[in-house]
Nanobody, 123 residues
């Protein structure tokens, strides 16, 4: 499966962005999908994931209540809706997918990755 993340940009603190992760090549609904982010000079960290086959999702403590992950199987797309953005949310955001994972917050367990999209939140 090929993943294409987009939707990044510059936004003021308190604003919102929606990041799509579009998939091609396979039936995306069979994949667990996650979002990770990497801030400058820091390691890649888990943000959110949507569990394979069921309408449930996981969030990191830092984004819970502000971010929502959802999927549109007809469009083969997973979305990360980001509200109440903070400067500390500034990072490159990556989507990842794997058909053999039920759900995971661990980046190495995902075989497929999008190219990343930069989100910059100004104070």
């Amino acid at each position: 499966v090929q993943l294409q993340a987009s939707g990044g940009g510059l936004v003021q603190a308190g604003g919102s962005l929606r990041l799509p992760c579009a998939a091609s090549g396979r039936t995306f609904s069979r994949y667990a999908v996650a979002w990770f982010r990497q801030a400058p000079g820091k390691e890649r960290t888990f943000v959110a994931s949507i569990i394979r086959g069921v309408p449930r999702s996981l969030y990191s403590d830092s984004v819970r209540g502000r971010f929502t992950v959802s999927r549109d199987n007809a469009e083969n797309t997973v979305y990360l809706q980001m509200n109440s953005l903070k400067p500390e949310d500034t990072a490159v955001y990556y989507c990842a997918a794997d058909v053999n994972v039920y759900y995971s917050t661990n980046a190495p367990q995902y075989d497929y990755w999008g190219q990343g999209t930069l989100v910059t939140v100004s104070s």
